[in-house]
C-alpha cells in the first residue's frame, strides 16, 4: 500500500508570493490533518479535513487555508508568505471512524522563504 | 491545557547501551490517546505505539518497551541494546479523547534527538 505522498517535496518562494502544496492520503484513509514543524515552535497542528470538511483549527493567521476534495486529497495554500512560514510542512493521513487512529505521515514539504 | 514535555532535548549514547526517552503530559480529559513517533533524517514520522488512557498495560515490542503511568502523568520508551540506527528524533504525542476530541490534533512535545555511536 503506498504510503502518503506530499508534492512537490522542496519549494523555494519569495515574501509576499503565495504557495500550494499536495498531500494524497493512503488509499482509503479519509482524514487528513496538516503540520508546521519549525525548530523553534517544534510541531504544531494546522488543520484537519474529514470528507470534504474541515473538522478542526490550529492557531494559525487566516493566510493559511486548506482543502479537501472528494477523492480525499487535500491541499494547503498560504498567501502573502513571510520569512517564518519557512517549515517542514507535514501531512497525515488516518483511516475512518472513531477512535483516534493512528496518523500517517508524508515525507513532507520543506518551504524556504527567502 | 494540553501539554507535553519531553525534557531530553539530546541523548547521545553508544551503540548496545540501554537508553529511556521521558514523556510526561498534561490533560484534563479523562479519555485521551499517547503516541511515539520516530523521526530519521528523512523527516518522515514513523509511528511507534498508540496507548488510550484507559490501558496502562506497558508494552514490549522487540528492542522497544513503553512504561505508562497515570499516577504521574508519563509516557516513557526505552530501547533496550541500541543500534545506530536507532539515531533519529523521538517526538511524544497526546490527543483528545473520543468524544469529542479530533483524530488528526495530536499536541507534540519538543521532541528527543538520540544520537547512537557505534
Known amino acids: 500500500k503506498a504510503g502518503v505522498t506530499q508534492t512537490p517535496r522542496y519549494l523555494i518562494k519569495t515574501r509576499g508570493q503565495q504557495v500550494t502544496l499536495s498531500c494524497s492520503p493512503i488509499?482509503?484513509?479519509?482524514?487528513v490533518s496538516w503540520y508546521q514543524q519549525t525548530p523553534g515552535q517544534g510541531l504544531q497542528f494546522l488543520f484537519e479535513?474529514?470528507?470534504?470538511?474541515?473538522?478542526n483549527k490550529g492557531n494559525f493567521p487566516g493566510r493559511f487555508s486548506g482543502r479537501q476534495f472528494s477523492n480525499s486529497r487535500s491541499e494547503m495554500n498560504v498567501s502573502t508568505l513571510e520569512l517564518g512560514d519557512s517549515a517542514l510542512y507535514l501531512c497525515?493521513?488516518?483511516?475512518?471512524?472513531?477512535?483516534?487512529?493512528?496518523?500517517?505521515f508524508g515525507n513532507g514539504t520543506r518551504l524556504t522563504v527567502t | 491545557a494540553q501539554k507535553v514535555t519531553q525534557a531530553q532535548t539530546e541523548i547521545s549514547v553508544v551503540e548496545k547501551e540501554d537508553v529511556t526517552l521521558d514523556c510526561v503530559y498534561e490533560?484534563?480529559?479523562?479519555?485521551?490517546?499517547l503516541f511515539w513517533y520516530k523521526q530519521p533524517p528523512s523527516g518522515e514520522l514513523v509511528f511507534l505505539i498508540r496507548?488510550?488512557?484507559?490501558?496502562?498495560q506497558n508494552e514490549i515490542s522487540g528492542r522497544y518497551s513503553w512504561n505508562f503511568q497515570k499516577s504521574t502523568s508519563s509516557f516513557n520508551f526505552t530501547i533496550t541494546a541500541s543500534q545506530v540506527v536507532d539515531s533519529a528524533v523521538y517526538f511524544c504525542?497526546?490527543?483528545?479523547?473520543?468524544?469529542?476530541?479530533?483524530?488528526?490534533?495530536?499536541?507534540f512535545g519538543k521532541g528527543t534527538k538520540l544520537s547512537v555511536k557505534p
Open positions: 497525515a493521513s488516518s483511516s475512518p471512524g472513531t477512535g483516534n487512529s493512528p496518523l500517517h
Open positions: 488509499s482509503g484513509h479519509r482524514s
Open positions: 479535513y474529514f470528507s470534504e470538511t474541515q473538522r
Open positions: 490533560t484534563r480529559d479523562t479519555t485521551y490517546y
Open positions: 496507548r488510550n488512557s484507559f490501558d496502562e
Open positions: 504525542a497526546l490527543s483528545g479523547g473520543f468524544y469529542g476530541g479530533s483524530q488528526g490534533n495530536l499536541i
